[in-house]
């Protein structure tokens, strides 16, 4: 009886120490995953508005089981690190520009090809939505351990922008350092038409105008409002739509994994269902900014589209300079070319 009595004594101990370890792993196993979002852009930006909407989706399907936390204006990372910062599990998600990445993942240079230099919103989309973004997907998910959630969203097209000079013809670029936002696409682009490349995070691009680092920069007119740059002395700028920039919605893997069934259907559905409308707005955004860059004194002047044609031939010329120069596999290449022909 005596030993009975003992043992119901120890079961008893043993219970009461063993309870506050389940109920801090009930609690453990109860908690929110935590989903950092990293953005290099300020809060008035488009990128920042159509991820902050994402997110608040996320959150109301997931019921409670994921909390998500919005980092911007670079605070965590700027784009060109973001991507090492997905690798190493220091965030949970981003959505960096293409150019941004393509030091781990070189074909995200393929909107830098001279094939797709001033081609219009829709053939553009035909190829990034087509078999080339497929391509990129996967290879980014082998290189950068994320997964891309759906179709790439649009940030705008890019142009040439500068501080004192006036910038009316391609040949008022000779001889301007010209920061860009990485890839050696851009670079070679600027060195083509007689420029001098600089490449410089976002967040330092005010200052670096302001003190003459460079006198003009590669960019989006939204990026341009957004950053206010006319305030670092932004006064003209040269409308080619050289390229198109694009964001890459990206988890981590390591995320994405820790996810049930239902919740990554959650993720690529309300993605897939809003997209087209957060292209709607961010086209929207770019059509506001050139007007506010208007407003605020920058001249605005776009070369004859015989002009940017006859510029694109003479770049194209060099495709396969530029494709081995960015490291640009032949395959996506191949794959640009063929889903261009499609939509022409």
């Given amino acids: 009886m005596k030993s009975w009595t003992r043992r119901r004594f120890a079961s008893s101990a043993i219970a009461m120490v063993a309870a506050p370890a389940l109920r801090t792993a009930t609690a453990a196993a109860d908690a929110p995953l935590i989903l ?10 488009t990128r920042n508005a159509v991820m902050r909407d994402y997110l608040g989706k996320i959150e109301t399907a997931a019921r409670g089981k994921i ?5 911007e204006s670079g605070q965590l990372f700027p784009d060109l690190q973001v991507g090492k ?17 393509t030091g781990i993942v070189p074909d995200a240079d393929l909107f830098q090809l001279p094939v797709l230099y001033g081609r219009s919103i829709d053939v ?7 078999a080339p973004g497929q391509l990129l997907a996967k290879q980014i998910e082998q290189r950068l351990s994320s997964h891309v959630i759906g179709p790439l969203l649009d940030l705008g097209f890019f142009h040439w922008y500068s501080t004192s000079k006036p910038l009316n013809s391609y040949g008022d670029l000779r001889g301007l350092k010209i920061r860009n936002s990485g890839g050696a696409g851009q670079a070679w682009r600027t060195q083509f038409l007689g420029a001098i490349p600089n490449t410089t995070p976002l967040p330092n691009v005010s200052l670096g105008l302001s003190q003459g680092t460079f006198d003009g920069l590669i960019t989006s007119h939204e990026t341009v409002a957004s950053g206010q740059f006319w305030e670092s002395g932004i006064r003209h700028g040269l409308e080619d739509r050289q390229f198109i920039g694009e964001y890459i919605p990206l988890v981590s893997l390591a995320f994405w994994r820790k996810l049930p069934a239902d919740l990554q259907q959650a993720f690529t559905d309300l993605w897939r269902e809003n997209v087209a409308s957060y292209r709607a707005a961010t086209a929207a955004a770019q059509a506001r900014a050139r007007e506010l860059l208007q407003a605020h004194g920058i001249k605005i002047v776009v070369p004859p589209a015989e002009e940017v044609a006859a510029t694109r031939r003479e770049m194209m010329a060099k495709q396969d300079e530029v494709a081995k120069l960015s490291n640009i596999s032949p395959d996506m290449v ?10 022409l």
């Fill in 124 to 130: 553009v989309h035909r190829v990034v939505d087509g």
């Fill in 36 to 45: 950092r979002c990293s953005l290099e852009t300020p809060p008035s930006h």
């Fill in 85 to 101: 910062a997905l690798l190493q599990g220091q965030v949970e998600m981003a959505a960096p520009g293409s150019w941004s990445v």
């Fill in 334 to 343: 191949a794959a640009v070319s063929s889903d261009l022909a499609a939509a």
């Fill in 67 to 71: 909390k998500t936390q919005l980092f």
